[in-house]
């Protein structure tokens, strides 16, 4: 049984091998290709929540724009008209 795992979790490990990485003083390529594959698979994950987050407002402020349209601007000479001089 696989768990899903959470944009949570992605982020963390990507922030722990930034930190792995910055911190240290010479490269272990033994843990390179580890941290390196993990790495992406964490974009991934992170990548994909951020899209499916990025469509759902955009669909959900794509319906709001349809059932609330914005009222006319008056055009600048317009508004003169109210000003009594």
Do not use: W
Not at 17 to 46: M, W
Not at 72 to 82: F, K, L, S
Request: glycine share 2%; aromatic share 4%.
């Amino acid at each position: 049984m696989t768990t899903e795992v959470t944009f949570r979790d992605a982020y963390d490990t990507l922030k722990k091998h930034a930190e792995t990485l910055r911190n240290r003083q010479e490269p272990n390529i033994d843990d390179l290709l580890k941290i390196v594959e993990e790495s992406v698979e964490a974009f991934q994950v992170c990548q994909q929540r951020i899209d499916a987050v990025d469509k759902a407002l955009q669909d959900a402020l794509g319906r709001q724009t349809e059932i609330e349209k914005p009222a006319p601007q008056e055009d600048a000479d317009d508004m003169d008209d109210d000003i009594p001089f």
